[in-house]
Nanobody, 115 residues
Framework: VQLVESGGGLVQPGGSLRLSCVAS????????MSWYRQPPGKERELVAT????????NYADSVKGRFTISRDNASSTVYLQMNSLKPEDTAVYYC?????????WGQGTQVTVSS
């Protein structure tokens, strides 16, 4: 299993970024996918989850209405569209899935929101 994130960078407050995570090594379409983030000096936290099949989504309260998680099963990719970014969104963002009792993480992509 491999998860490779991209799309992070430096953005001004109020700006937007779209993160991508390309998955390989497993049947992507049948597994739920999630985005987590770890702000500097803090613990890793769940940002959003999208289910397999129906594509039902769930979000942390702190990002509801600003972030959108989506998936493209044909390309084994999960996205995180981030709008109206705030300085407190600064973190390393990680792609995540759980398969057969094992949790997998990508290497992370840095998002910095600063003027």
């Amino acid at each position: 299993v491999q998860l490779v994130e991209s799309g992070g960078g430096l953005v001004q407050p109020g700006g937007s970024l779209r993160l991508s995570c390309v998955a390989s090594g497993f049947t992507f379409s049948i597994y739920d996918m999630s985005w987590y983030r770890q702000p500097p000096g803090k613990e890793r936290e769940l940002v959003a989850t999208i289910s397999s099949g129906s594509g039902r989504t769930n979000y942390a309260d702190s990002v509801k209405g600003r972030f959108t998680i989506s998936r493209d099963n044909a390309s084994s990719t999960v996205y995180l569209q981030m709008n109206s970014l705030k300085p407190e969104d600064t973190a390393v963002y990680y792609c995540n899935t759980k398969r057969l009792g094992v949790t997998y993480w990508g290497q992370g992509t840095q998002v910095t929101v600063s003027s």
